[in-house]
């Protein structure tokens, strides 16, 4: 089984940045898209960015560009880097593998890390 390992997450002042960063050893990571969520309390989990395997951005919804994804498939990793940060930010961040950015389902999940912005 394929291990998603998300980190970054932490506690940032309202208007700060948090870069988080997601590790997949085990596959060939430039086969896949990778799709950053997100889930606050009480609420159901939503879709924030997606790398594909071409390296293109998806989604948004939303974010109004505050949020950027990248990735370097020599280590492994996609990595999402937010900006302008904002209570409604507050929640636990997932990364997730999926054959594209536009599948309906993802193949593997993340563990999560919080991201904690104070109000």
């Known amino acids: 089984q394929v291990q998603l390992v998300a980190s970054g997450g932490g506690l940032v002042q309202p208007g700060g940045s948090l870069q988080l960063s997601c590790t997949g050893p085990?596959?060939?990571?430039?086969?896949?898209?990778i799709g950053w969520f997100r889930q606050a309390p009480g609420k159901e989990r939503e879709r924030v960015l997606c790398?594909?395997?071409?390296?293109?951005?998806y989604w948004d919804d939303s974010k109004k560009g505050r949020f950027t994804i990248s990735r370097d498939n020599a280590e492994n990793t996609v990595f999402l880097q937010m900006t302008d940060l904002k209570p409604d930010d507050t929640a636990i961040y997932y990364c997730?593998?999926?054959?594209?950015?536009?599948?309906?389902?993802?193949?593997?999940w993340g563990q999560g890390t919080q991201v904690t912005v104070p109000s």
């Open positions: 997730a593998r999926r054959y594209f950015c536009s599948s309906p389902t993802s193949l593997d």
């Open positions: 085990g596959f060939t990571f430039s086969y896949y898209a």
């Open positions: 790398s594909s395997s071409d390296d293109e951005p």
